[in-house]
Every structure is written in structure tokens, then in C-alpha cells.
């Protein structure tokens, strides 16, 4: 490896900051290798590199440790203005504890008439795509899975919310039990030990 920092343990936007100044001495084709202890700063150094058109690998190597690669290229600043690309680059992605994580366990919201039910959980999703905020996560277990399937009302509520960045993820093992896995129309399929990762990283959980 051409050049190598290790930016573990540094606050946003040190990370960035570091690699930015190593890569004024780097040559087009030279690598730099950046260590990092978390996935935000891993999103922070993939945006500055996509913005300066620069080629970027990640991986995880262990619990809280992560390698970003980042490969010297051409650059966007000539077409994005050095003003604007300064200013992405010093723009920290919110930490994952200030983030929410909104588990869906129906496709139904509160207990009684299943038809109401079904009708207020349609409502809650629209009413997601509204706030000011969209959650970092959505969770769908148990019957839950049926609103990210074929047929689900709320599909394009879920598309929109994805669209603008939220994670969307419905259980496997839910989908298989209700012979739902070809019919998933949104988002990816996870399993229980990311469901109690995620939960166990958020920054506060919304479950209706």
C-alpha cells in the first residue's frame, strides 16, 4: 500500500480531513489505506472520494474496526466548483446513535379490529415519508413482512422512503414462513443477528 493512516479513534471530520490532506501528495493510481473504528467515518470518506471522482473500497475487518481504500483519480472539483465540494466534504453524516431504527413486527397497527388495523399502519408509513427526518432503518418481522411484498398498500410509501436513503430490510426466515421470498418488492432480506444489531445500535427505536 502506497500511503497509510490510521484514523481510528478520530472525531468527524478528522478522518476526512487526514486522507484529504495525505492525498495532495499522492500521484493518479496511488492507494491510501485508512483505518477507521466506525461506519460513519467509512460513509464520510466514501462520499469525499466519490465527489473527487476517486476509486473507494471498504471492508470490515472486526467489531469496530474498518479499511477504506482509496484509489487517487480525477477529480470533480473543476466541474462541481471547489466551493461546493468543500463544502460536502466537510459535512458529517449524523452519528448511528442519533438515528432511528423503526420496527414494524404487523401489518397491522395496535390490537383489535384487523381492518382499522391494517388502515392505521398504512397511515403511519405515508406519515413517515412526511416528517422533516426519515429514519436511518426500517424493520419488517413476522406479518410485518407482508408490507415490503407484492400486493402491500404501502409499497410505494416504502419505495420513497428508500429512495431518499432508508434502509429497508424484511426477515428471511419470516419471509420463507409465509412463502412470501419471491414476492419481496422493496428493499433486502436480513436475518436475527442483524435485526438485534441494528435495534441494539439505534439511537432510538419506533415501534407503533
Known amino acids: 500500500m502506497d500511503h497509510k493512516i490510521d484514523a481510528r479513534g478520530l472525531a468527524c471530520p478528522l478522518p476526512v480531513v487526514n ?31 466519490n465527489v473527487r471522482n476517486h476509486g473507494v473500497q ?22 462541481a466548483g471547489d466551493e461546493e465540494v468543500q463544502e460536502q466534504e466537510e459535512v458529517c453524516l ?11 413486527s404487523s401489518n397491522q397497527m ?8 391494517k388502515t392505521l399502519m398504512k397511515a403511519f408509513i405515508f406519515a413517515l ?3 422533516d427526518t426519515f429514519p436511518k432503518t426500517i424493520l419488517l418481522y413476522n406479518s410485518g413482512a407482508f408490507l415490503s411484498c407484492e400486493g402491500s398498500d404501502s409499497l410505494e ?30 428493499g433486502g432480506v436480513t436475518n436475527m443477528y442483524d435485526i438485534v444489531e441494528m435495534m441494539s445500535h439505534a439511537g432510538k427505536i419506533i415501534k407503533p
Open 129 to 131: 415519508t412526511k416528517q
Open 110 to 117: 395496535g390490537s383489535g379490529e384487523g381492518a382499522l388495523g
Open 94 to 104: 449524523p452519528n448511528a446513535k442519533d438515528a432511528a431504527v423503526v420496527v414494524l
Open 157 to 186: 410509501d416504502l419505495k420513497l422512503l428508500e429512495a431518499e436513503g432508508t434502509e429497508v430490510y424484511t426477515c428471511g426466515t419470516c419471509l420463507n414462513y409465509y412463502e412470501l421470498t419471491e414476492k419481496l418488492a422493496v
Open 19 to 49: 486522507t484529504k490532506n495525505e492525498m495532495k501528495t499522492m500521484k493518479e493510481g496511488e492507494q491510501v489505506e485508512v483505518l477507521v473504528d466506525n461506519e460513519i467515518a467509512v460513509q464520510n470518506l466514501t462520499k469525499f472520494a
Open 58 to 79: 471498504a471492508e470490515k475487518l472486526g467489531d469496530n474496526e474498518f479499511r477504506v481504500v482509496i484509489t487517487a483519480g480525477g477529480t470533480a472539483a473543476s466541474a
